[in-house]
C-alpha cells in the first residue's frame, strides 16, 4: 500500500513567486493535515481536512495561504506570493476516516520550500 | 502549545535499552498518548499510541502510569539507526497532533 506521497519534494522560488505543493494521503484516509517546519522551530500544525471540507485551519499563518481538498482526495496547498519566511519543509499526514477510532496518522516525507 | 514535558536530549548505548519519559500531568479522560519520531529530517514516524493500558508493537512499548499524568517508551534494543528526535504528543480522537520540542535521543556506539 503506498503511503503519503508529497510533490515536489524540494522547491526554489523567488519571493513574489507562486508556489503549489501537493500531497496525496493514504487511500480511504479521510483525515488530512497539513504541517510546517521553519529551520531551529517545532513542527507546526497549519490545517486539518475532514474528506473536503476544512475541519481546522487555525494554524494557517496568513492570507498567502491557500489549501484545497477538491473531491477529498488529494490536497495542494499554495502559497501566493512566497515570502522569505515562508521557507521550510512542508509535512503533510493522513489517518483514517473518523469511524476508524482513535488512529495513528501517517506522514509523507515533506517538500522543502526554499524562497530566496 | 504542546501540553507534554520531555527532556531535552538523552543518550543510549547500542543494544542496550532506549527508556524515554514524558510529563503529561493535564491530559484529559479522551486523549490518548502518541509517540512518534524524527530521523534527520525525514517525515515524522509513527511509532506506538495508549490509552491507560500498557502497550507494545514491534518497534517499542509503551508504558502508561496509573494515574495516565506521565508514560515512557521503550525501545528494547537500541540500534545506531533509532537516533532521532521523539515527540511524545497527547491526542483527542480525530484533532491534529501537537508538536513540542522532543527529545532527541543519540544511540552511541
Known amino acids: 500500500e503506498a503511503g503519503v506521497t508529497q510533490f515536489p519534494s524540494h522547491s526554489v522560488i523567488e519571493k513574489g513567486q507562486t508556489v503549489t505543493l501537493r500531497c496525496d494521503p493514504i487511500?480511504?484516509?479521510?483525515?488530512l493535515y497539513w504541517y510546517r517546519r521553519v529551520m531551529g522551530k517545532e513542527i507546526k500544525f497549519l490545517l486539518h481536512?475532514?474528506?473536503?471540507?476544512?475541519?481546522?485551519e487555525s494554524g494557517m499563518p496568513n492570507n498567502r495561504f491557500l489549501a484545497e481538498r477538491t473531491g477529498g482526495t488529494y490536497s495542494t496547498l499554495k502559497v501566493q506570493p512566497a515570502e522569505l519566511e515562508d521557507s521550510g519543509v512542508y509535512f503533510c499526514?493522513?489517518?483514517?476516516?473518523?469511524?476508524?477510532?482513535?488512529?495513528?496518522?501517517?506522514f509523507g516525507q515533506g517538500t522543502r520550500l526554499t524562497v530566496v | 502549545d504542546a501540553k507534554t514535558t520531555q527532556p531535552t536530549s538523552m543518550d543510549c548505548a547500542e543494544g542496550r535499552a532506549a527508556n524515554l519519559p514524558c510529563n503529561h500531568s493535564?491530559?484529559?479522560?479522551?486523549?490518548?498518548v502518541y509517540w512518534y519520531r524524527q530521523i534527520h529530517s525525514q517525515g515524522p514516524q509513527y511509532i506506538i499510541h495508549?490509552?491507560?493500558n500498557n502497550e507494545t508493537n514491534e518497534m517499542a512499548s509503551l508504558i502508561i502510569t496509573e494515574d495516565r499524568k506521565s508514560s515512557t517508551l521503550i525501545l528494547p534494543h537500541a540500534t545506531l539507526r533509532d537516533t532521532a528526535v521523539y515527540y511524545c504528543?497527547?491526542?483527542?480522537?480525530?484533532?491534529?497532533?501537537?508538536f513540542g520540542k522532543g527529545t532527541r535521543l543519540s544511540v552511541i556506539a
Open positions: 499526514a493522513s489517518s483514517q476516516p473518523l469511524g476508524g477510532g482513535n488512529t495513528e496518522a501517517f
Open positions: 481536512f475532514v474528506k473536503e471540507s476544512k475541519q481546522d
Open positions: 495508549g490509552l491507560k
Open positions: 504528543i497527547v491526542r483527542a480522537p480525530n484533532t491534529p497532533l501537537v
Open positions: 487511500s480511504g484516509h479521510d483525515n
Open positions: 493535564t491530559i484529559s479522560g479522551n486523549e490518548y
